[in-house]
């Protein structure tokens, strides 16, 4: 079992920053693929972000060039830098955690969420 706990969500103005911290326990293996996703008012949730133990991530196109996951494989935490802010970003953000045994997924996790508001 892997436990997710976020933090660093709140109202921020357009143009702004935030900085959203996932700190996972548990059983935390090499094989973890970690993300960020999230739900706005309405729609569907959607993979914003995600890392591999090793480093290599992916984005969403909306976001590429202004939001950076990162992960401390020490302090098994993942890390989602938002910067430029706009008012779509608004949304409750979450983080997720997938265990693999070779190409089987065999553990998926999800933290409780945290609110993004970006005004305008």
């Known amino acids: 079992q892997v436990q997710l706990v976020e933090s660093g969500g709140g109202l921020v103005q357009a143009g702004g920053s935030l900085r959203l911290s996932c700190a996972a326990s548990?059983?935390?293996?090499?094989?973890?693929?970690m993300g960020w996703y999230r739900q706005p008012p309405g729609k569907q949730r959607e993979l914003v972000a995600l890392i591999t133990y090793g480093g290599s991530s992916n984005y969403l196109d909306s976001v590429k060039g202004r939001f950076t996951i990162s992960r401390d494989n020490a302090k098994n935490t993942v890390y989602l830098q938002m910067n430029s802010l706009k008012p779509e970003d608004t949304a409750v953000y979450y983080c997720n955690a997938k265990q693999f045994r070779g190409s089987s997924l065999v553990g998926d996790y999800w933290g409780q969420g945290t609110q993004v508001t970006v005004s305008s």
């Open positions: 548990g059983k935390i293996f090499s094989t973890d693929v």
